[in-house]
C-alpha cells in the first residue's frame, strides 16, 4: 500500500528567482508514519514523526 501524499506546503513555496524564497519550492511527503520536507533546489530535511514540524522544516529552509 501508498503512503498518502499531500499537495506541496504552501507557506513554503515561492515560484520564481526574485520570489521570497529565492526559486525554492518545498513540499512534504509522507512515509508511512513519517513525514519528509523537501526541496527544489535538492535540500532534504530529516524524517519526521509530527507533520508539523516537517511544514516548519521547509518554512525555516525558505527563510534561511
Not at 515560484?15 to 533546489?41: K, Q, Y
Amino acid at each position: 500500500m501508498r503512503a498518502e501524499q499531500r499537495p506541496p506546503h504552501a507557506p513554503g513555496t515561492a515560484e520564481g528567482s526574485d520570489g521570497p524564497g529565492g526559486g525554492h519550492r518545498t513540499s512534504v511527503v509522507e512515509r508511512g508514519a513519517f513525514a519528509v520536507a523537501r526541496c527544489t533546489c535538492g535540500w532534504k530535511g530529516p524524517a519526521r514523526r509530527a507533520r508539523d514540524r516537517a511544514r516548519r522544516d521547509a518554512d525555516e529552509h525558505v527563510a534561511g
